[in-house]
C-alpha cells in the first residue's frame, strides 16, 4: 500500500515543463503526459505513453526534449546519436538506422533490441525527429521522438509489418505542430 500510495504521489509530481499539454494525439492514439526531467537549466525532458501502458514494458511512446544552446548545431546531436548507435551496433545484430535531412532538420530512424542466449526479448524501432528552435528568445534544439516495441512472440510479425508503417511514423512525427514554451 505505501509503494502505491508512492507512485500515486510521483505521477501527481510530473509537471508539463515544456508547455505543449498534458496529452498528445498521435497515430490516432491518445498519449499521456507521465515522466519529465529538468535536471540542469539547459535542458528538458518529457514522456507520454498510451492508457495503461509502463516505462517498463510500453508499446509506443512519445517523447520531447529540448537542449538550450547558442553554440551546439543540430548536426552536433545528430552526430552523437550516429555515434552512439555505431557503438552499439558491435554488440546489437538488430541495431541499424538511417539519417535523413531536409532544411536543416534530421530524421534518424533506427532499430535497436535486447535479448539473451542468442533470443530476442525486445526489438525497438525509433523516430527521431531533431531541429533548431527558438524559445523565449534562446537558441535551441528540439528532438521529437516516437519509440516502437514488440516483445517476445510479437517481434516476427512487428518486424514484417515495419517498412510500411515508418513512413507513416515519419510523417505524422515531422508535422506534428510542437511548440515548446518555458515559463
Known amino acids: ?14 509537471v508539463d515543463y515544456l508547455h505543449v ?18 535536471p540542469i537549466e539547459a535542458f528538458y525532458l518529457q514522456e507520454w505513453l498510451p492508457k495503461g501502458e509502463t516505462f517498463d514494458n510500453y508499446e509506443q511512446m ?15 546531436f545528430v ?3 550516429v555515434h552512439e548507435l555505431e557503438e552499439r551496433k558491435k554488440s546489437d545484430k538488430c541495431c541499424n538506422f538511417l539519417v535523413f535531412e531536409n532544411d536543416g532538420e534530421y530524421i534518424i530512424d533506427f532499430m535497436v533490441s535486447d535479448g539473451a542466449d542468442g533470443m530476442l526479448n525486445v526489438v525497438e524501432a525509433d523516430i527521431h525527429h ?26 516476427i510479425p512487428f518486424l ?3 517498412k510500411e508503417k ?18
Open 166 to 183: 515508418k513512413v507513416d511514423w515519419i510523417n505524422e512525427l515531422t508535422q506534428m505542430k510542437i511548440v515548446c514554451k518555458i515559463k
Open 160 to 162: 514484417e509489418s515495419l
Open 130 to 155: 531533431y531541429k533548431s528552435v527558438v524559445v523565449e528568445g534562446k537558441k535551441a534544439i528540439q528532438l521529437n521522438f516516437y519509440s516502437r516495441r514488440a516483445y517476445g512472440d510479437g517481434i
Open 21 to 38: 499539454g498534458k496529452t498528445l494525439k498521435f497515430q490516432n492514439k491518445k498519449f499521456d503526459l507521465k515522466w519529465c526531467q529538468h
Open 62 to 76: 512519445l517523447s520531447v526534449s529540448l537542449s538550450f544552446s547558442e553554440t551546439l548545431s543540430v548536426k552536433y
Open 1 to 14: 500500500m505505501a509503494l502505491t500510495c508512492a507512485m500515486a504521489f510521483a505521477q501527481d509530481k510530473v
Open 79 to 81: 552526430d552523437a546519436k
